[in-house]
């Protein structure tokens, strides 16, 4: 089995194939989920999309999830607020922690921006496991989002 930094290696360039040419925000963003999934086999792994002052849940893959995530609460609030990928070993120790499921352990969202570098939306993704991500994970998964917003923003 490949180690993780060669899982991305390999994925990247097939990313990047997968969305050439298609410009729907829906479709991208549902493919892309649907590919890191598969690949990782993570608890959940889906987007969460700015609109208003809030983020709504966006394509997605795993289980059912909040609809909703206000400005500044929980890891992707928090994330969008602080412009910044944020990566947590143990959702229980992270203050507003907003627990659409119980089985989530750790967490890592990442967000994605415009070529204005306006966030549109964030990339979350969860894990049944503690301290599921790491650097590697927020290195790969910040170039995940670059090849999204080249394509569709």
């Known amino acids: 089995m490949n180690n993780k930094r060669e899982k ?7 990313l990047a194939a997968l969305i050439e040419g298609e410009t729907d925000e829906t479709a991208v963003l549902a493919n892309v989920s649907a590919a890191l ?7 959940w792994t889906g987007f969460y999309l700015v609109r208003g002052d809030e983020l709504l ?14 400005y ?6 928090t994330a969008w607020k602080e412009e910044r990928t944020v990566v ?8 507003g922690h907003i627990a659409c499921s119980s089985l989530s352990r750790s967490e890592i969202v990442v967000p994605v921006r415009d070529r204005q570098g306006t966030i549109r939306g ?12 790491d650097d590697t994970d927020r290195q790969y998964l910040e ?5 999204i917003a080249r394509q569709i923003y």
């Open 8 to 14: 991305y290696e390999e994925l990247l360039p097939q």
């Open 37 to 43: 999934a598969t690949e990782f086999d993570w608890w």
């Open 57 to 70: 849940l966006g394509p997605f893959q795993g289980p059912v999830a909040c609809y909703h995530i206000a």
């Open 72 to 77: 500044g609460r929980g890891v992707c609030g």
């Open 88 to 95: 947590v070993p143990d959702v229980e120790q992270f203050p």
């Open 122 to 133: 964030v990339l979350d993704i969860d894990s049944k496991n503690l301290s599921a991500f």
């Open 143 to 147: 170039q995940v989002v670059e090849i």
